[in-house]
């Protein structure tokens, strides 16, 4: 059963789609030539152990064959996409399953705050020469809820680090997306929007972050439909949010509405590079949560195909 992101790697290697690498890869660059390489082959999932400067491994291509997105998906490995499309069509019209609030939280086994927290403390790659910074957000979701009714949406929206900032995070949340609207409440409300970045979790998650689901729907309801089972949560001291239990690493905080900075471009899922960039809102950090010896995960975005392209179809 899959849970978390370890159980995934570790069906995964058993199916033998995983190659670790151990010699050392430089962040800047060559972890995201290596990653598109093996994509453009059809090769396994990589997981870096050796990046430069850190200490935490990187993961990317995550879903880049069918056979892996089966995997994901606890389905028959053997299934075509639309095989995969229709079983998942089968099970998110059946009955919704809410998450399950959880006392055993693996992820609060390191809470950073105050002069020690430092957003560059992970392996972010450098993708792309043109690129306007390292995406600390590629294959994440960004936590929020709706002021007025409670509903928890997950998005993937990308998330620029800015030079200099330990802090500060540059967001792109795109007009009439999810958490756009619900900026929107808080900002009529004269109110901060608390957020929280999860990178690296029970990747069904990843798939229905990334997925359109109806406004109002929780992707946590989606995803334990998916599961068949309830996706274990706790509930935020800090910011009051619904958060996975067992992902890798929770960055928590608001998102700052009035604070804007400039972000981009980056080498996107269309296989060009997106618009130049222009000012966004911020999200302010206020504590770091991460398992001991965390996974950083990462997708290549790009031109197809990579992890995008496969959750997209």
């Known amino acids: 059963m899959i849970e978390d992101l370890r ?9 033998g789609a995983v190659q670790r690498i151990e010699a050392e890869v430089d962040w800047n660059l060559e972890l995201s030539h290596i990653a598109k390489a093996i994509e453009e082959v059809g090769g396994p999932m990589l997981l870096f152990e050796n990046v ?25 490995p053997t299934l075509s996409m639309s095989g995969l499309s229709r079983k998942w069509m089968e ?26 927290m430092d957003v560059n403390m992970f392996p972010v790659p450098f993708f792309y020469p043109d690129d306007g910074g390292r995406f600390l957000g590629t294959a994440h979701s960004l936590v929020t809820q709706d002021p007025d009714t409670g509903w928890t949406n997950l998005g993937t929206y990308r998330m620029q680090l800015l030079e200099g900032e330990t802090d500060v995070i540059a967001t792109h949340i795109v007009p009439g997306k999810h958490a756009d609207m619900m900026i929107k ?33 929780d992707e946590y309801d989606v995803a334990g439909a998916l599961r068949q089972h309830p996706i274990q949560i706790f509930e935020s001291d800090l910011t009051g949010l619904k958060l996975p239990a067992r ?12 604070d804007k900075r400039y972000e981009g471009p980056l080498g996107e899922f269309t296989g060009y590079y997106s618009a130049t960039h222009w000012p966004k809102p911020t999200f302010k950090v206020e504590r770091i949560l991460h398992r001991n010896d965390p996974v950083f995960w990462a997708t290549t975005v790009g031109k197809p195909i990579n992890d995008t392209h496969m959750l997209q179809s």
């Open 52 to 76: 430069k400067d850190y200490d935490i491994p990187v993961m990317t291509s995550a879903f880049t064959t069918k056979e892996r997105l089966a995997i994901c998906l606890e389905q028959d």
């Open 247 to 258: 992902a890798e690493i929770i960055i928590e905080g608001y998102i700052d509405y009035e």
């Open 7 to 15: 159980d995934y790697i570790q069906a995964c290697e058993e199916a």
């Open 91 to 116: 099970l998110t019209t059946k009955e919704l399953i809410p998450p399950q609030v959880v006392n055993h939280v693996p992820v609060l086994e390191n809470v950073i705050e105050g002069e020690g």
């Open 185 to 217: 409440k808080y900002e009529a409300r004269g109110e901060k929007m608390p957020a929280a970045v999860v990178i690296g979790c029970d990747p069904i998650l990843y798939l229905t972050s990334t997925t359109l689901v109806s406004a109002q729907t």
